[in-house]
C-alpha cells in the first residue's frame, strides 16, 4: 500500500518506499510506482525522479493541462526538496554549500556522475549536520540544482558516502540506500503546497 501524503484535482504526492523503481523497465513483470498509481489515476504524469533505492515524498501531476506550468516550476528552481541522510564519518561544518561540475560516464555499463574541471553541470547543494552517532552523521541536504546521483555523489566527494551507497562509496552492512526525500514546497496558481515525509524507521534506529 502507498501511502498518499498530499492529493488535490492537480496533484499527487506520495511517499515512495525504497526498493521499489518509479517508473517501467525492459523488464515489464518489474512492479513500479507509476503503473500501481495510474491504475487509479489514468492522467497521471511522473513530475520528477527518485532513485530505486531513496524513499520518500515524489510529486506526480494528475491534471495534463498544468504539465507545463509545473515543470516551469521545477526548470526555474522555485520548488524546494530536502533530503535527510545519514552519511560514513563525522561532517566537517555544521552548514554549508557544496559547489561542484558533475558529468555523467558509462562505468561497468552503468551511468556514474564524476566530477569534472569543464564541460560539466553545475551541482549545488546546501548542507546542514542534525547530529553525529557511533561514527554515522545524520544529514539534511537542500537541492538548488537537480543533476543525477546529486546528493550521493557530492557527499562522496567529501569523503562522505551515504550509509548503503557501494555505488559511490565502499559496501558496508546496511540495510538500504539512506537517502529519504524530506519535504516539497511549492507555490502554484495562488496556494502554498507543502509536504514532509515521515521519516522511515529504519532511520530512527541509528538517532
Partial sequence: MIQVL???????IVNKPSGLIVHATVDKSRENLYDILK????????LHRLDKDTSGAMLFSKNPEINKDIQAIFDERTIEKNYIALVHGEWEGEKGMMEDFLK?????NKEKMVKVLKGGQKAITYFEKKDYKNGVSLMSFTLETGRMHQIR???????HPLLGDAFYGKPDKAER?????????????????SVTAPLPEEFKRYF
Fill in 104 to 108: 555523467k560516464e558509462k562505468v561497468k
Fill in 39 to 46: 491504475k487509479d489515476h489514468p492522467e497521471l504524469a511522473i
Fill in 6 to 12: 498530499y492529493e488535490d484535482s492537480d496533484f499527487l
Fill in 177 to 193: 540506500l539512506f537517502l529519504h526525500s524530506h519535504h516539497l514546497e511549492f507555490q502554484f496558481q495562488g496556494r502554498l503546497i
Fill in 153 to 159: 555523489v557530492q557527499s562522496a566527494l567529501r569523503n
